[in-house]
């Protein structure tokens, strides 16, 4: 199993900056991909940033150039910077993991954190 812990939301004005951080424990080797997801309220899910095992990024349009994925301090921290943050930023963002499970793949669940920006 993977069990992932998410912090670093919060409240902040528009043009700031967070920073969320997620910590994978358990069977980490195993690990395909991690990634970010947000929902607002009302709205459907939606795929944010991801990371491959072998150290490939991608964004979503909506956040291309402002959010990224550094390199963590250690390789089971995961970690998304935002930047030049929009109300429209708003959202529950969740932390995700694939991993293999027996024929097929599994995704893991952070439990969410709550991003709020203020115009």
């Known amino acids: 199993q993977v069990q992932l812990v998410e912090s670093g939301g919060g409240l902040v004005q528009a043009g700031g900056s967070l920073r969320l951080s997620c910590v994978a424990s358990g069977s980490i080797f195993s690990i395909h991909a991690m990634g970010w997801y947000r929902q607002a309220p009302g709205k459907q899910r939606e795929w944010v940033a991801r990371i491959t095992a072998g150290g490939t990024t991608d964004y979503a349009d909506s956040v291309r150039g402002r959010f990224t994925i550094p390199r963590g301090n250690a390789k089971n921290t995961m970690y998304l910077q935002m930047n030049s943050l929009k109300p429209e930023d708003t959202a529950v963002y969740y932390c995700?993991?694939?991993?293999?499970?027996?024929?097929?793949?599994?995704?893991?669940w952070g439990q969410g954190t709550q991003v709020t920006v203020s115009s």
């Open positions: 995700n993991a694939r991993a293999p499970y027996e024929r097929d793949e599994r995704d893991y």
